[in-house]
């Protein structure tokens, strides 16, 4: 089946712009979680999506938001770009069905770099 | 505070010889736990992950990991490296609870050098 998309793959942004970046999940997987990836900070947690809900978020400021719509597609958008935003922006989703079938399956990633 | 350890940047070995990559972790309750690894450019590719049960993972590519709870360790190993093993490898842990869904906490990489 076909795995995690994510598009675009690169995209090269001016500060104080936004973005928005698209995450489509495995067919069935209703469960979307969004990362930051850089050098300094390491992979960190955004938020997760599931049934069009936000049933998460992690420690960033309100410039980072996202939704998921009906069919589990998921986007996320960063307003007022800064520098420090600039990195690798990875989904995964999960068929989130209880423990035994925990599992997240990555996409490649969407490339952000601001300038 | 929750977090993943991974103590050591770089791991060298060579090709043929076994490999463990270290994992440590601090959560409360019974977390979940993951090995992921990435290639330059790429996303993170799923190798093996702890739920429950035999604390003796075995995962893709010939990896395995041993769970112990008493050293909250989760360390991964290959009996016998390839060069083509060599990328960069993540520890994960998804803590347990609902206020923790989709959530994993990750520790900083180590990257695997197999040489030739």
């Known amino acids: 089946k076909a795995g995690v998309t994510q598009t675009p793959r690169y995209l090269i942004k001016t500060r104080g712009q936004q973005v928005t970046l698209s995450c489509s999940p495995i067919s069935g997987h209703r469960s979307v979680s969004w990362y930051q990836q850089t050098p300094g900070q390491g992979l960190q947690f955004l938020f997760e999506?599931?049934?069009?809900?936000?049933?998460n978020k992690g420690n960033f400021p309100g410039r980072f938001s996202g939704r998921q719509f009906s069919n589990s597609r998921s986007e996320m958008n960063v307003s007022t770009l800064e520098l420090g935003d600039s990195a690798l922006y990875l989904c995964?989703?999960?068929?989130?069905?209880?423990?035994?079938?925990?599992?997240?399956?990555f996409g490649s990633g969407t490339r952000l770099t601001v300038v | 505070a929750q977090s993943v350890a991974q103590p050591e940047d770089q791991v060298n070995v060579a090709e043929g010889n076994p490999l463990t990559v270290k994992c440590t972790y601090s959560?409360?309750?019974?977390?979940?736990l993951f090995w992921y690894v990435q290639y330059p450019n790429r996303g993170l590719q799923f190798l093996l992950k702890y739920i429950t049960g035999d604390n003796l993972v075995k995962g893709s590519y010939g990896f395995e990991a041993e769970f112990n709870k008493s050293q909250t360790s989760f360390h991964l190993k290959k009996p016998s490296a390839l060069v083509s093993d060599s990328a960069l490898y993540f520890c994960a842990v998804r803590p347990e609870g609902s206020s923790n869904t989709g959530k994993l906490i990750f520790g900083q990489g180590t990257t695997l050098q197999v040489k030739p």
């Open positions: 999506y599931f049934s069009e809900t936000q049933r």
């Open positions: 995964a989703s999960s068929a989130d069905r209880g423990p035994s079938n925990y599992g997240y399956t």
């Open positions: 959560v409360s309750g019974n977390p979940y």
